[in-house]
C-alpha cells in the first residue's frame, strides 16, 4: 500500500522568504503527483502538478520531482502572508484511481 | 468553474443514529470520492467511485457505506453513527491522474 509522508509537519517563514516543503512515496509505479493547499475552513484547492522527473515553476511555486529517489518537493518563493495554509502532497500510482495524501505540512508566513 | 456541493455542512448526530452526507458534482466527472479528515492525520479515503452505480472501498472503510445513484451524485452512509466517526468529511471529484475538486466539507460530530 502507498505511503505517503510530508515534512516538516510545520514551517514558520518571513514574509519574502522561502518555503519548502518535503513529501516522499513508497511506490515505484507512482505517476501523478500533485500540491493541494487548504486554507482554514476551506476544501484544498489544487495548487499544481509534477508528471515527469526535475523541475515545474508556475509563478513563485517550483515543484521537484525525482521518481527514482521516491521524492518530490514544492518551494514557494517571495512567500506571503496569504500563502498561510496546510499544503497537502497527493501521489497515484498507475492504473489506479486512489490517491494517497500525505498528513500535511503547515505553512505559517509571518509579515 | 467545476463545482461540488456538499450537504448538510454541519451535522450533529447521537451515538447508534443514521447519518447520510451527500455529495453534488457539475464537473461531469467519472470518479468521486470521500474523505475524512483529522488533525493529525491529513485526508484519508473512505470510499470513491468509478461511476453511477459503482462503489469501491478506499483505505478506511469500515462503519461506512457509500452509493452513487448517478453521475452527479455520491451519497456516504453511516449506518449505526459512533463518536469516533466525529471529523469533517469532504467529497472531491476528479478524473484519474488530474486535479480533484473538493467540496467545502461537513462537520459531523456525533454524541
Known amino acids: 500500500q502507498q505511503k505517503v509522508q510530508q515534512s516538516p509537519e510545520s514551517l514558520i517563514v518571513p514574509e519574502g522568504g522561502m518555503a519548502s516543503l518535503n513529501c516522499t512515496f513508497s511506490?515505484?509505479?507512482?505517476?501523478y503527483f500533485w500540491w493541494y493547499r487548504q486554507h482554514s475552513g476551506e476544501g484544498p484547492k489544487a495548487l499544481m502538478?509534477?508528471?515527469?522527473?526535475g523541475d515545474k515553476k508556475e509563478g513563485r511555486f517550483t515543484a521537484h520531482l525525482n521518481k527514482a529517489s521516491l521524492y518530490v518537493s514544492l518551494h514557494i518563493k517571495d512567500s506571503q502572508p496569504s500563502d498561510s495554509a496546510l499544503y497537502f502532497c497527493?501521489?497515484?500510482?498507475?492504473?489506479?484511481?486512489?490517491?494517497?495524501f500525505g498528513k500535511g505540512t503547515s505553512l505559517v508566513v509571518h509579515p | 468553474e467545476a463545482a461540488v456541493t456538499q450537504s448538510p455542512r454541519n451535522k450533529v448526530a447521537v451515538t447508534g443514529g443514521k447519518v447520510t452526507l451527500s455529495c453534488n458534482q457539475t464537473?461531469?466527472?467519472?470518479?468521486m470520492y470521500w474523505y475524512r479528515q483529522d488533525t493529525g492525520h491529513g485526508l484519508r479515503l473512505i470510499h470513491y467511485?468509478?461511476?453511477?452505480?459503482?462503489?469501491e472501498k478506499g483505505d478506511i472503510p469500515d462503519g461506512y457505506k457509500a452509493s452513487r445513484p448517478s453521475q452527479e451524485n455520491f451519497s456516504l452512509i453511516l449506518e449505526l453513527a459512533t463518536p469516533s466517526q466525529t471529523s469533517v468529511y469532504f467529497c472531491?471529484?476528479?478524473?484519474?491522474?488530474?486535479?480533484?475538486?473538493f467540496g467545502p466539507g461537513t462537520r459531523l460530530t456525533v454524541l
Open positions: 467511485s468509478y461511476g453511477a452505480g459503482s462503489t
Open positions: 497527493a501521489v497515484t500510482s498507475g492504473g489506479n484511481y486512489k490517491p494517497t
Open positions: 472531491a471529484s476528479g478524473d484519474q491522474g488530474e486535479e480533484q475538486y
Open positions: 464537473n461531469n466527472h467519472n470518479n
Open positions: 502538478s509534477i508528471f515527469s522527473n
Open positions: 511506490d515505484r509505479n507512482s505517476q
